[in-house]
């Protein structure tokens, strides 16, 4: 289970005067920080990147818990219950066992019920305790000659994922340092922070503590700017590194449930299993790196009426059930020489919706949208 596939990023590490920045002393911030500091050898940041290039591991299980303040408004609430929603906000628990590429498992599990997860070679499936509800599907041939890719929930479910995602957009606009080191889960753990160069972000830094002895990432903290609590945080508070039991991959039925087959969508060629953004014609990136602002255009929704007007026919993308014209009615109307529309903000990213029906989104201010708006 590794988190790096090649070594590009170590390339964009801090100058090496800076790079040598190692383990310093204080108590580590952030709500799952409980334990004292563990003194450990210094590290730099570029040999903890190699760690997480270089971990293996046969198989891994543990309890995750996250948690999100993301400064959403209200109605967050007017849109339909699934994991994105649910997922924005509170605290979440999350079982998970991993044993390789082809057998992975994640339960999140609340008050009301449980959702899983489950791959066991190429059959996945999904269950939902409270509608007593599964979908089956079978992974076929990519037509690669390669096997079919790992399945894995919409959004990361460890902090491993997480780490997969910032770690991948590290480029010349990152400052990579070492933090404070920190016990997570038991585990003696190093820190590693990367940090946007560019001012016009709202993300202030992303935290991942690693493992010394495992190199594994064991929580992934992301802080908005002008905070020192995470708007964002998870992190293993258990976790055991032997390879769980095959019985943890077989999906059994409860009595009574409903069973759907799905059937397995072919990957477009060239990547398998991977889509990438600038494939849709209708969604252009502005800038780069952690100031990045993504543009689509959602024809027909808007229309060029009232951004409080309920368009006929809804955006592509827009989930069922959304009522959009409360979703409009409840963000602020802006306007100015790009035009007019609806803005939503949160502590880590801004969206833009004109009302010549534009989507503009990013991890930047008002300002950095507008700009984009403009042109």
């Known amino acids: 289970m590794s988190v790096?596939?090649?070594?590009?990023?170590?390339?964009w590490l801090v100058p090496a005067t800076a790079a040598v920045?190692?383990?310093?002393?204080?108590?580590?911030?952030?709500?799952?920080?409980?334990?004292?500091?563990?003194?450990?050898?210094?590290?730099?940041?570029?040999?903890?990147?190699?760690?997480?290039?270089?971990?293996?591991?046969?198989?891994?299980?543990?309890?995750?818990?996250?948690?999100?303040?993301?400064?959403?408004?209200?109605?967050?609430?007017?849109?339909?219950?699934?994991?994105?929603?649910?997922?924005?906000?509170?605290?979440?628990t999350l079982r998970v066992w991993y044993s390789g590429p082809e057998?992975?498992?994640?339960?999140?599990?609340?008050?009301?019920?449980?959702?899983?997860?489950?791959?066991?070679?190429?059959?996945?499936?999904?269950?939902?305790?409270?509608?007593?509800?599964a979908q089956h599907r079978t992974l076929g041939d990519t037509g690669t000659g390669q096997a079919a890719p790992e399945a894995r929930p919409s959004l990361p479910a460890t902090p491993q994922q997480a780490a997969d995602l910032a770690?991948?957009?590290?480029?010349?606009?990152?400052?990579?340092?070492?933090?404070?080191?920190?016990?997570?889960?038991?585990?003696?753990?190093?820190?590693?922070?990367?940090?946007?160069?560019?001012?016009?972000?709202?993300?202030?830094?992303?935290?991942i503590a690693i493992d010394a002895k495992q190199h594994v990432p064991l929580r992934f903290e992301v802080l908005a700017k002008g905070s020192d609590q995470p708007a964002f945080e998870m992190a293993f508070t258990q976790i055991d590194y032997r390879r769980p039991d095959a019985d943890q991959f077989t999906f059994n039925p409860p009595p009574g449930v409903t069973v759907t087959e799905e059937k397995a969508e072919r990957p477009a060629a060239g990547k398998p299993g991977h889509?990438?953004?600038?494939?849709?014609?209708?969604?252009?990136?502005?800038?780069?790196?952690?100031?990045?602002?993504?543009?689509?255009?959602?024809?027909?929704?808007?229309?060029?009426?009232?951004?409080?007007?309920?368009?006929a026919v809804p955006p592509a993308g827009a989930a069922p059930g959304m009522d959009l014209s409360k979703l409009l009615g409840g963000l602020a109307a802006v306007k100015g020489d790009w035009g007019s529309g609806r803005l939503l903000t949160g502590k880590l990213f801004s969206v833009l919706l004109t009302d010549d029906g534009r989507v503009l989104a990013g991890a930047v201010t008002p300002e950095r949208l507008y700009q984009a708006a403009r042109g």
């Open 4 to 11: 790096l596939r090649s070594r590009p990023v170590l390339r």
């Open 21 to 92: 920045a190692v383990i310093g002393g204080g108590a580590a911030i952030g709500t799952f920080a409980a334990e004292a500091e563990p003194s450990l050898p210094p590290r730099t940041a570029a040999q903890l990147l190699v760690d997480l290039q270089t971990s293996r591991l046969e198989g891994v299980s543990g309890t995750v818990v996250q948690r999100a303040d993301l400064g959403l408004p209200p109605l967050a609430g007017l849109l339909p219950g699934n994991d994105l929603t649910t997922m924005l906000t509170g605290t979440h």
């Open 103 to 133: 057998r992975q498992r994640v339960a999140l599990l609340d008050t009301l019920g449980e959702q899983d997860v489950i791959r066991n070679g190429r059959d996945v499936w999904t269950w939902e305790s409270r509608t007593n509800t």
């Open 167 to 207: 770690l991948a957009a590290i480029d010349p606009s990152t400052q990579v340092s070492v933090g404070r080191s920190a016990t997570v889960a038991g585990q003696d753990a190093y820190e590693l922070v990367l940090q946007p160069r560019d001012q016009g972000s709202l993300v202030h830094q992303l935290r």
């Open 275 to 311: 889509v990438e953004p600038a494939a849709d014609p209708q969604v252009r990136a502005v800038g780069t790196g952690w100031t990045t602002v993504l543009v689509a255009r959602l024809d027909g929704a808007l229309g060029g009426k009232p951004a409080d007007a309920k368009p």
